[in-house]
């Protein structure tokens, strides 16, 4: 997938995460998020993560080649190593992970597939190739996943939002989005959402009959 592609479903991905679990939200944890959704391409020096990190990216290329270790099930386990061993950091290494992972998922729909089982290479890649890398089949996918993640923003309740000064008390908590459309509505037009009265229409003012004129003979 393209590096544009993993930022999108990474970042929608802790949008969904942090709103569905109530998880802490703010612009370091999401840039946590699309910097894990780049992380496992460092060992390609030519992507976009590589070419800001060129010195280490060259040494990992060179060691382990691209879709290496990077992109293996040793690589997963360690992220979550990683977390277990530094949970007082989890605010950023969760996010990371979640972008680490959807980088993963995005590539193992692609031909070229992942080395889960590196550094055994009797099967070398697993894929499940129903993307084309670049092509219309990735955009779609990337649209529909990253709006449907989005979505979810509007039934969960986000912490430390203070939503009681919002116009509609907790309107984000409902059920189904529609549903907050509706208290919309209703409070426009009232609070029991009878709609407000227009103003009365004044009565039209008699006519005066109209004259007749004598016949003449």
């Given at each position: 997938m393209m590096a544009s592609s993993h930022m999108i479903v990474g970042g929608a991905a802790w949008f969904y995460t942090s709103a569905r679990f109530g998880l802490p939200f703010d612009v370091v944890a999401f840039g946590a998020a699309v910097i894990g959704s780049l992380a496992p391409d460092i060992d390609h020096p030519k992507s976009t993560l590589g070419q800001l990190m060129r010195p280490l990216s060259n040494v990992i290329s060179a060691v382990f080649g691209h879709r290496g270790v990077t992109h293996s099930t040793l690589a997963?386990?360690?992220?979550?190593?990683?977390?277990?061993?530094?949970?007082?950091?989890?605010?950023?290494?969760?996010?990371?992970?979640?972008?680490?992972?959807?980088?993963?998922?995005?590539?193992?729909?692609?031909?070229?597939?992942?080395?889960?089982?590196?550094?055994?290479?009797?099967?070398?890649?697993?894929?499940?190739?129903?993307?084309?890398?670049?092509?219309?089949?990735?955009?779609?996918?990337?649209?529909?996943?990253?709006?449907?993640?989005?979505?979810?923003?509007?039934?969960?309740?986000?912490?430390?939002?203070?939503?009681?000064?919002?116009?509609?008390?907790?309107w984000m908590a409902m059920d189904r989005p529609w549903r907050s459309a509706v208290v919309a509505a209703q409070g426009f037009l009232g609070e029991e959402g009878r709609e407000r009265s227009a103003p009365p229409i004044p009565a039209r003012k008699p006519t005066e009959p109209a004259k007749t004129r004598p016949l003449k003979g």
């Open positions: 997963i386990a360690g992220c979550f190593w990683v977390l277990h061993e530094y949970a007082d950091y989890s605010h950023l290494i969760l996010p990371f992970l979640i972008g680490y992972l959807t980088h993963l998922a995005g590539d193992l729909l692609t031909p070229a597939g992942l080395p889960l089982l590196w550094p055994i290479k009797r099967r070398r890649n697993f894929a499940l190739p129903i993307l084309k890398t670049g092509g219309f089949s990735e955009q779609l996918a990337v649209t529909l996943l990253a709006g449907w993640m989005i979505s979810g923003l509007f039934s969960a309740s986000w912490p430390g939002l203070p939503l009681d000064r919002l116009p509609f008390e907790n």
